[in-house]
């Protein structure tokens, strides 16, 4: 899909749908890589702040 790039801008649902379909798929051809690897990286950075919070609360939580 040549416009996925631009559907990533527009409608970010319909792109998470679209390229999940094309992962199952298998056609890496059609990937928006770039997009994609930026929601992977946003993930992974946002999974560490929420495991920090997570453990700062339990070492600050009362015995």
């Known amino acids: 899909m040549?416009?996925?790039?631009?559907?990533?801008?527009?409608d970010?649902?319909?792109?998470?749908?679209v390229t999940a379909q094309l992962l199952k798929q298998r056609n890496w051809a059609e990937l928006d890589?770039?997009?994609?690897?930026?929601?992977?990286?946003?993930?992974?950075r946002s999974e560490k702040k929420s495991t920090l919070r997570q453990s700062k609360n339990l070492v600050d939580a009362p015995a």
């Open 12 to 17: 970010f649902l319909e792109w998470t749908i």
């Open 33 to 44: 890589l770039d997009n994609l690897i930026q929601e992977i990286l946003s993930m992974e």
């Open 2 to 10: 040549a416009n996925l790039a631009s559907l990533y801008e527009k």
